[in-house]
């Protein structure tokens, strides 16, 4: 009688042998993502590991920093740089700065295009306070425009480069007006409010009417103290801060000749001036207060930080995005 060869597919135990052998295959090709996974959470278990360290390790050499600027006499410096908003660690420094006897002077560093009109007004008022109780004089560096040079004219003498900008006194408000691409890809904003100015200007309109009118006010009011204050503090008519003060930026030479600053300078020559009109005691080391410098554990737990953030995406030279008023000085739309 012929033997049927298939006929170990209608077999149980045939099928189950087949069977064992197929999961012991799909078992074996488990084991190495199995260990690709176990080897990869380790890594990370790790790295999370060297960052702690690494993070505690920096806190105790930034205390050791702290410590070692405390204990003679000097000059403090604080550095103005980038965009300017509100920051409250910021202010926490010209606390400590103002209740510091062993701080003689401060020197303003700038080199900033300006930002929100908030944060320059708080930067102001809070150099305000620090001069009337210690000297202080402010550098412009390549840039002091806008919420800059609001906060370069609170402090007692303004030096900057013949060829600093400088100025750019003024305000304004940033809207983007998307109706037209809305409309061709099909897409209609709509929204229930409780008034006519909630929740405007909208990107699905242009800036006009009743809606143009509320934010240029705004913008005005902001803008009459900005010019109020450079009146103020520059000894100025208001006519002539007005006539300045139409966005336009200036060179540090312009800005010496329409005394929007003191003199030309640098660094050097602001120590100089403290030391003859101020009676600061001369060769008094100059500490970075704001932002405190950087030692090597902190520039390496920066540098892992920044790999880090690369991993998921994000980039540290991302623009950043502004809100609200702005006093701001930009080379490019």
């Given at each position: 009688m012929p033997i049927d060869n298939n006929s170990n597919d209608e077999n149980p135990q045939s099928a189950s042998l087949n069977e064992q052998m197929t999961l012991s295959q799909n078992a074996k090709n488990s084991v190495p993502a199995a260990a690709i996974l176990r080897k990869s959470r380790f890594r990370w278990r790790m790295v999370a590991f060297l960052a702690l360290a690494i993070a505690v390790l920096a806190l105790f050499a930034r205390i050791g920093i702290e410590d070692n600027i405390k204990g003679s006499e000097q000059i403090a410096r604080i550095i103005?740089?980038?965009?300017?908003?509100?920051?409250?660690?910021?202010?926490?420094?010209?606390?400590?700065?103002?209740?510091?006897?062993?701080?003689?002077?401060?020197?303003?560093?700038?080199?900033?295009?300006?930002?929100?009109?908030?944060?320059?007004?708080?930067?102001?008022?809070?150099?305000?306070?620090?001069?009337?109780?210690?000297?202080?004089?402010?550098?412009?560096?390549?840039?002091?425009?806008?919420?800059?040079?609001?906060?370069?004219?609170?402090?007692?003498?303004?030096?900057?480069?013949?060829?600093?900008?400088?100025?750019?006194?003024?305000?304004?408000?940033?809207?983007?007006?998307?109706?037209?691409?809305?409309?061709t890809i099909g897409i209609d904003f709509d929204k229930v409010s409780t008034g006519p100015l909630k929740a405007e200007p909208d990107i699905d309109e242009p800036l006009e009417g009743e809606v143009r009118a509320s934010m240029q006010a705004l913008v005005d009011d902001s803008y009459e103290w900005f010019v109020d204050i450079v009146s103020e503090r520059r000894?100025?008519?208001?006519?002539?801060?007005?006539?300045?003060?139409?966005?336009?930026?200036?060179?540090?030479?312009?800005?010496?000749?329409?005394?929007?600053?003191?003199?030309?300078g640098s660094e050097a020559e602001a120590i100089t001036w403290l030391e003859k009109e101020k009676n600061i005691e001369e060769n008094l080391k100059t500490v970075t207060y704001f932002p405190l410098p950087e030692n090597e554990l902190e520039q390496l737990a920066r540098f892992i930080g920044t790999k880090a953030g690369a991993l998921v995406g994000l980039s540290p030279n991302s623009a950043l995005t502004l809100d609200g008023l702005l006093s701001l000085w930009q080379a490019t739309p």
């Open positions: 103005i740089n980038d965009i300017i908003t509100t920051d409250p660690d910021r202010l926490k420094i010209f606390e400590k700065i103002s209740k510091n006897e062993n701080i003689k002077a401060v020197i303003i560093s700038i080199n900033s295009p300006g930002g929100t009109t908030a944060g320059g007004e708080e930067l102001y008022e809070a150099i305000s306070k620090l001069r009337e109780q210690k000297p202080v004089v402010s550098v412009i560096h390549e840039l002091g425009a806008s919420a800059a040079y609001m906060s370069a004219i609170a402090t007692d003498r303004i030096y900057a480069r013949r060829l600093s900008i400088v100025g750019s006194i003024g305000v304004l408000y940033q809207h983007i007006d998307a109706s037209k691409l809305m409309q000894d100025l008519s208001r006519n002539k801060v007005l006539d300045l003060a139409d966005g336009r930026i200036l060179t540090g030479r312009m800005a010496l000749k329409t005394k929007l600053i003191d003199a030309i």
